[in-house]
């Protein structure tokens, strides 16, 4: 009962709270330093699966020249359609191009077809390596002296039309709910401590963790609540699907935004005043925003720095939702990501109750 009290409180705070919060940025230069590197529009190191049908010396002299491009990183040889699918599902590759089985008898006619599959998810990347193929294709045909030029028949999958928003607005989804909950919980215990009012709460008989959840809780159910509202706006605004589970979607935003409540919390217990909190999650943010895979894929980036896309929860976050969003992804393939989430949120709310005891000890 006493645990709904300071809720209840929090609740009432956070709605009398009339300052408008204006975003600072202000990263050092090592994040400078960083997303250097990181936000980078450039497609390369593409990983792309080949099933050669025809396995004549035309068809191999074709797959040497992929080999060859400076854009494709990994070629990988596969013998059936089952293979190919699991492997762009689980975004091992970017694609798969299938050579028929007649193509070295039809090269240089107007029969002559090549067939590429791509990740419709990843709709700008997809873009950039079809025209990387068809340039490859062109070099190899007027190697060939073939008569008439290749054809090239693209499928994206999950994405046929490529259309932008289906693209952008899951990716929006998550990025607005992440900053929504890590500044309301940034501000929790801060706004207490410029009120006057951190005081009353330590000589309450209300222990550490119970200060913690109370200024958790609240956060949580106001970003659950807003991140319905964007997924209504997703939905019936801009036409983007849902083919996955609406269990799963809410079973992933509520984890989600526990760990990101977490960091925002251990933040609160850092900073003395609002502003220095704000200012920290900021720092917390950019990276978040960069190395996720939200505007750049994490493959683009520098191998040294893959690792630390790890460390962040909106890299999971965003593949969960892209997945519920544009294909129906199953409990298993979604499990691993939901776990490495919660651990996050375990890690970030229990560092947060530890300096908070710290803090008022």
């Known amino acids: 009962m006493r645990l709904f009290a300071l809720?209840?409180?929090?609740?009432?705070?956070?709605?009398?709270?009339?300052?408008?919060?204006?975003?600072?940025?202000?990263?050092?230069?090592?994040?400078?330093?960083?997303?250097?590197?990181?936000?980078?529009?450039?497609?390369?190191?593409?990983?792309?699966?080949?099933?050669?049908?025809?396995?004549?010396?035309?068809?191999?002299?074709?797959?040497?020249?992929?080999?060859?491009?400076?854009?494709?990183?990994?070629?990988?040889?596969?013998?059936?359609?089952?293979?190919?699918?699991?492997?762009?599902?689980?975004?091992?590759?970017?694609?798969?191009?299938?050579?028929?089985?007649?193509?070295?008898?039809?090269l240089g006619t107007q029969d002559s077809k090549i067939q590429l599959i791509l990740d419709g998810r990843r709709s700008n990347t997809a873009q950039v390596v079809e025209g990387y193929v068809l340039q490859i294709l062109m070099k190899f045909q007027s190697k060939e002296e073939a008569q008439s030029p290749l054809e090239i028949y693209s499928r994206y999958l999950y994405n046929q039309n490529l259309n932008n928003f289906w693209w952008i607005v899951p990716n929006l989804f998550c990025s607005i709910t992440m900053l929504l909950a890590v500044i309301l919980s940034a501000l929790s215990i801060t706004r207490e401590k410029e009120l006057g009012t951190f005081e009353q709460i330590l000589v309450s008989p209300f222990r550490p963790y119970e200060i913690l959840l109370g200024k958790l809780i609240p956060g949580l159910i106001i970003s659950i609540a807003v991140s319905s509202v964007v997924l209504l706006c997703a939905i019936f605004y801009f036409g983007v699907p849902i083919h996955g589970s609406i269990l799963m979607l809410y079973l992933s935003v509520t984890i989600f935004l526990f760990t990101i409540s977490g960091v925002g919390l251990f933040i609160s217990s850092l900073c003395k005043t609002q502003q220095q909190a704000i200012l920290s999650s900021f720092i917390f943010l950019l990276p978040s925003f960069l190395l996720s895979g939200f505007s750049t894929p994490v493959e683009n980036m520098p191998l040294w720095l893959q690792p630390i896309s790890d460390l962040i929860p909106l890299k999971y976050y965003i593949t969960l939702v892209k997945g519920i969003f544009l294909k129906d992804i199953s409990f298993a393939i979604a499990f691993p990501l939901l776990a490495k989430m919660f651990l996050l949120g375990i890690i970030s709310l229990a560092a947060a109750l530890i300096l908070f005891k710290k803090k008022i000890g």
């Open 7 to 106: 809720i209840k409180k929090e609740f009432l705070a956070i709605r009398n709270d009339k300052k408008s919060m204006f975003v600072i940025i202000a990263p050092p230069l090592l994040q400078i330093f960083i997303f250097s590197f990181a936000a980078t529009t450039e497609v390369k190191h593409v990983d792309l699966a080949v099933f050669d049908k025809d396995g004549s010396y035309q068809s191999r002299e074709f797959i040497q020249s992929l080999k060859g491009s400076n854009y494709i990183q990994n070629l990988i040889n596969i013998q059936n359609y089952d293979d190919a699918k699991k492997m762009i599902d689980r975004k091992k590759v970017i694609g798969f191009m299938v050579i028929p089985h007649d193509f070295s008898e039809k």
